[in-house]
Every structure is written in structure tokens, then in C-alpha cells.
């Protein structure tokens, strides 16, 4: 059974404890990766196109429950409440580390 995927403006909510942050996700990804192998034999994936993605199991990772996840609204005015305004470091506006 997958598990439906927040949208831009969604975020996934533990039914159980109300974790908003952390869970353990199991997914299947189809994609097209650019990889970029150096003349030492190192390989660097430079670029990404995902073709399919479906997420199999969502896990609360402070209750443990498993596909108890809701999808909610975020709250209004997130994205310009977030440290913007005091020069967040690089990469702090994904969304992804909260
Ligand atoms: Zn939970």
C-alpha cells in the first residue's frame, strides 16, 4: 500500500504522537542518474531525473508506528517565517532539516 506524498504546501503528521519531523522512509525510486566517473575510477552522480517514486512505508521515528501518517497542511506563513531574515546557511530553506 503506498503512502500518499506531501504536496509544496503539505507535510506528513504522525496520527499517534503528532511527530511533524522525523520519520523512516521506505520508498521505490526509478530514475536516470548523469554519473561522472573520474580517471581514478571514483564515481560522482551529478545530476538526477526521477522517473517514478513511490513511498512504500512511512515510520514514526518517536513512536515507532507504522503508516500512521496523515497529510496536513503546513502552517500558514512557514516559508517566510523560516530563518530567512538572519542569513541562514546554505541549503537551511530545503525544508528537508528541521
Ligand atoms: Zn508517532
Redesign the pocket.
Known sequence: MAVATPGPDERWR?R????LTRFDVTRTTRATEFVHVDLAGDAVVESRDVLADSVEHVT?R????VD?VEVVPRPAGSQAARRTSSGAAPGAASGVAE
Not at 16 to 19: D, F, M, R
Open positions: 504522525c499517534q504522537c503528532g511527530n514514526c518517536w513512536c515507532g508506528t500512521a
